[in-house]
């Protein structure tokens, strides 16, 4: 090729890679809140609920929005889940949504930190919203981080113990007084255990860590411990013995119900976790670590059995706190890409602090209700068995995971150990501990 | 060639003398570069979006810490020291990558070399066993894999099942570290029907005559395969390699969907879905450049393993084509 067009082409190449270059580096943040949220508009909300019953309780509320603001008109988008949202946060475009929502607590710092959600603060304080006088603390601590508020709770979940109560009375166990300790649960667990050759015709208590609930930081939430990160915002798993001794009790509970290999092996005879098929429904445990929505799903299944429902045991020398337990739910947001903010804000701040809504909602898809006064409500409509988790979520000492800025990551790596320690493949858990919160400090420090 | 470009030397020679001529010549051959690359235009921005782009923007975010909506900044090579040094899950992927490069490829290869050798010798009905077993390779991966773990379940598949009642002792497949890349490769297997179509076309290629004069000459049947066939078909087990090497560094869909059906952590639960279970066996890079990036939101490291995906495939290729005599015996 001839000196001169080759240099043409090379110039060519070399501005479209700039410029392609200067496009790649687009998707930032801003919150551009100057649309009129009295003109009429129509924005769009994605949310992750796929269950028919529960679109039609989020569409009936999304209704009584726009009935009570009929200048705004709601697209809704179901069964959204976190990485298609994370993806469409950070591309923006006029077809992605203007609020989102998301069952995934652990990605609030992360979508905090990184600014793929709105700050809300500007329309918080516009509105002269008081959020300690709306929400409960736990759950204003999950959707913010570091003190930027990209998310408010819409609907939360708490986590008891359901237990079948004809499987208690055949054991010749109490159905009226659930263990309430962590040592009274092992031995209520064994007593319920029915071995069947190498398997079982019926088990306790499923304790390995892919039991569905029975992860980490949900037997975290019955061990008195001061969260996942101190004040320097590095790992406490080593530092706090709260951690070592959750999975040395965890660890135990597996061996006296027959090890882990066993164990497994009958867990993956389980149905799904949210089908008829539960291993609850069918009998298959007689123990469950689950959210208040379970009830729903027990009446769904029809089961043949009376089903008692408990807070989660607590360590021995902590019975003071039996009562509490984990606090989780929906997170509601802003996308930063919006031009309709003002539009968008006033479906958020209806949908999680206005009672009627948030009582509406909490009957219609049977989550707890997430603002004070609707955990107060006259109206709410629930099973007598409710009330339990009710409690739960009212409990002072009921806590929630941390955020972090790379997710849930921080909890990936302590489950990881977790499940390395359930298999007897872990021989001194105070070191791996320690190697485990450098991990976390260094994976996190690699995100800021 | 030099008498066809003397006369043109020759007839450019009193053009290029005068500066009317030189100019003509010139404005001539910019004509034709500009021509040249009209032609090649639409590869070369196929080229350039599809593969350069992405390359150099690759290799700059590794340099970068970028979450894909705030700007980048400027962090040297401390994404490349994070990934090598401090990711735990970067060589337990290397290493299952690479073994599903050298494993499941030799596996698919000799399988699916194996399989057309006895369906070209098959008298009456090979048109059956070559749609049965060209059939797998349609189905859907996703499908294919649900199917698979069913079948493998330890506690309900049948295929455990039935391994007891024979009295064999039954792996846990998909649930044991140590049976899950066998379990894919079993998976991979299966559905060879491409690869056997392939070198069925390329035996069949063979020159009948070499085969009769190797029996006059009463050679072995592995003689026969080793000095005649593979000699043969030597670029289509080279492109086999080749191309298996290129799928498994791109393996994603099998493992993810077994290591998530196996796990019970099918979404919406409590416990959060790690890609790799059980105990990181089946974590590929590819799905380590999905979690840093698209979930962690880290996309520096996950350029960093994407390029060191991409030197793999590179190297791995080049190995194979400078190799390939060597590799296969023939100088083909």
């Known amino acids: ?448 | 060639m030099s008498t066809d470009t003397l006369p043109a030397k020759e007839a450019a020679a009193p053009a290029a003398a005068s500066p009317g001529g030189r100019n003509t010549l010139r404005s001539k051959r910019r004509r034709n570069a500009l021509r040249t690359l009209a032609f090649m235009s639409p590869w070369l921005i196929g080229f350039g979006f599809f593969f350069a782009y992405p390359l150099v923007s690759t290799l700059y975010f590794s340099f970068m810490r970028y979450d894909g909506l705030n700007p980048p900044t400027w962090r040297g090579v401390e994404n490349w020291t994070y990934v090598f040094s401090d990711l735990p899950k970067f060589w337990p992927a290397m290493q299952n990558t690479l073994w599903l490069a050298v494993v499941m490829v030799s596996c698919r290869v000799v399988f699916g070399l194996g399989i057309g050798m006895l369906i070209i010798k098959i008298k009456s009905g090979a048109g059956i066993f070559r749609t049965l077993f060209y059939l797998p390779y349609l189905a859907p991966p996703v499908a294919a894999t649900l199917a698979f773990v069913f079948l493998l379940n330890p506690g309900t598949g049948p295929v455990n099942s039935l391994l007891e009642a024979v009295g064999i002792p039954a792996p846990s497949w998909f649930n044991d570290a140590d049976w899950a890349k066998p379990a894919l490769t079993v998976l991979a297997v299966w559905g060879v029907g491409d690869l056997m179509v392939i070198f069925m076309a390329a035996l069949l290629d063979v020159p009948k005559e070499q085969y009769e004069a190797a029996e006059l000459d009463g050679v072995s049947a592995w003689q026969r395969f080793r000095y005649i066939t593979l000699p043969n078909i030597s670029p289509i087990v080279l492109f086999a390699v080749v191309t298996g090497i290129i799928g498994a560094m791109q393996y994603y869909t099998q493992p993810i969907v077994a290591s998530k059906v196996a796990s019970g952590v099918m979404g919406g639960s409590g416990a959060t879905f790690q890609p790799g279970y059980p105990d990181d066996s089946t974590l590929t890079l590819p799905q380590l450049v999905y979690s840093l990036g698209f979930s962690q939101f880290n996309y520096g490291a996950a350029c960093v393993v994407a390029l060191v995906l991409f030197a793999f495939s590179m190297a791995f290729t080049a190995l194979l084509m400078r190799r390939r005599g060597g590799l296969i015996g023939s100088g083909d």
């Open chain 1, 1 to 448: 090729m001839p000196v001169r067009p080759r240099r043409a082409a090379a110039a060519l190449a070399a501005t479209a890679s700039i410029a392609l270059f200067a496009s790649a580096c687009t998707g930032s943040a801003n919150n551009a809140a100057s649309d009129d949220p009295k003109a009429q508009t129509t924005i769009t909300f994605w949310h992750g609920w796929l269950d028919p019953a529960e679109v039609k309780a989020i569409t009936d509320n999304v209704a009584r929005f726009e009935k009570a603001h009929p200048n705004i008109k709601v697209k809704v988008v179901g069964g959204i889940n976190d990485d298609k949202l994370g993806q469409a946060l950070r591309a923006g475009g006029s077809n992605g949504p203007d609020v989102v929502s998301s069952f995934t607590t652990s990605n609030v710092g992360k979508f905090c930190s990184s600014g793929a959600l709105a700050d809300l603060k500007p329309f918080i304080e516009k509105d002269k919203l008081d959020l300690d006088k709306v929400f409960p603390k736990v759950l204003q601590e999950y959707t913010q981080f570091e003190g930027r508020r990209c998310s408010l709770p819409l609907l939360s979940d708490a986590y008891g113990l359901y237990y079948n109560k004809d499987a208690f009375k055949a054991a010749g166990l109490d159905p009226e007084a659930p263990p309430k300790t962590w040592s009274e649960f092992a031995k209520v667990a064994k007593t319920l255990t029915k071995p069947k050759g190498d398997s079982y015709e019926q088990l306790g208590f499923m304790p390995n860590y892919l039991g569905y609930e029975t992860v980490v930081e949900h037997y975290m939430s019955q061990w008195k411990h001061n969260g996942y990160f101190d004040a320097d915002g590095r790992s406490t798993v080593a530092k706090d013995p709260a951690f070592a001794e959750m999975m040395t009790y965890q660890k135990s509970l597996v061996d006296s119900l027959g090890g882990f290999q066993k164990l497994d092996k009958y867990r993956t005879t389980f149905g799904d976790e949210w089908g008829a098929k539960h291993p609850f429904h069918t009998g298959q445990v007689a123990m469950q670590l689950d959210g208040e929505w379970r009830l729903n799903f027990v009446k769904k299944a029809n089961v043949s059995f009376d089903v008692g429902v408990a807070p989660m045991p607590v360590a021995d020398d902590e019975i003071a706190e039996y009562g509490k337990g984990y606090l989780s739910g929906t997170i509601m947001g802003i996308a930063p890409q919006s031009k309709k903010q003002n539009a968008a804000w006033e479906l958020v701040k209806y949908m999680t602090t206005d009672t009627d809504a948030v009582v509406g909602f909490a009957n219609d898809i049977g989550n707890v209700p997430s603002t004070l006064e609707a955990l107060k409500s006259p109206n709410l409509k629930f099973d007598p068995r409710f009330k339990t988790f009710l409690e739960i979520a009212r409990h002072p000492e009921s806590t929630t995971m941390d955020g972090a800025v790379n997710g849930a990551s921080y909890q990936e790596t302590l489950s990881a150990l977790a499940h390395k320690y359930e298999k007897g493949q872990v021989p001194d858990l105070k070191k791996a501990l320690a190697d485990t919160a450098a991990q976390i400090d260094r994976d996190i420090a690699a995100t800021k």
